[in-house]
């Protein structure tokens, strides 16, 4: 078992659309997690923190929940910009980032 | 954010030869730094660990005397992949995480496009 999964995807939605990535990860003392955003060829650059009682970053949301160790980020209204792919990750409290193999997303017009 | 910059960005070689890939972390200090490995339309993958003044820690199945790695100082790390081939060809990608941050969060290198011929 990988140790974080993540929808395959890839997700083509319209702009304005809602979707949601979820994420599970297998380390229960995994200490701290993200969600990070990787254009074509670039590297990959951070969207968001996630935390326990969630939180909300404009039209980005990020949820964590521990004791079924998934993290979720929901984008509402997307737009073309969006296109991307997401990756969750997660912190092992050792500085040991581990990555989930990422979920293509394009927005159409 | 804390800025991390990877040399070079891309480089093309002939199968049999070395190449150098040098991560500086250019505003903080990184006492710990991460080389990944990234196939087209795959995920992130873990290499190793450099660790600054030891000997850096492998992930199960990445050949240390393949992928040699130095962290000779608090802001330099580098990854030489020795006697490369056609198979070795990928996006390397390093990270640190900075000492006086206690976010968790990595800062990424712009990523170094391997070609080998």
């Known amino acids: 078992r990988k140790e974080v999964e993540q929808d395959p995807g890839p997700f083509n939605v319209p702009e304005g659309a809602t979707v949601a990535f979820n994420c599970t990860y297998s380390n229960s003392a995994s200490q701290s997690f993200f969600w990070y955003r990787q254009d074509c060829r670039k590297e990959p650059k951070l969207l968001m923190s996630?935390?326990?009682s969630g939180n909300e970053d404009g039209r980005f949301t990020a949820q964590l929940n521990r004791a079924s160790q998934y993290i979720s980020l929901l984008i509402r209204d997307s737009k073309l910009s969006d296109s991307a792919t997401y990756l969750c990750a997660v912190n092992n409290g050792r500085a040991d980032m581990r990555f989930g193999a990422g979920t293509r997303l394009t927005v159409k017009p | 954010g804390a800025v991390v910059s990877q040399h070079p960005s891309w480089v093309i070689c002939k199968s049999g030869t070395s190449v150098k890939i040098e991560c500086r972390s250019l505003d903080f200090q990184a006492t710990t730094m991460f080389w990944y490995r990234q196939f087209p339309k795959q995920s992130l993958m873990l290499m190793a660990t450099s660790n600054e003044g030891s000997k850096a820690t492998y992930e199960q199945g990445v050949e240390k005397d393949k992928f040699l790695i130095n962290h000779a100082s608090l802001t330099l790390s580098t990854l030489t992949v020795t006697s490369a081939h056609p198979e070795d060809s990928s996006f390397y990608i390093c990270?640190?995480?900075?000492?006086?941050?206690?976010?968790?969060?990595?800062?990424f290198g712009e990523g170094s496009r391997l070609t080998v011929l």
């Open positions: 996630v935390y326990s």
């Open positions: 990270s640190a995480s900075a000492l006086d941050r206690n976010t968790g969060e990595l800062f």
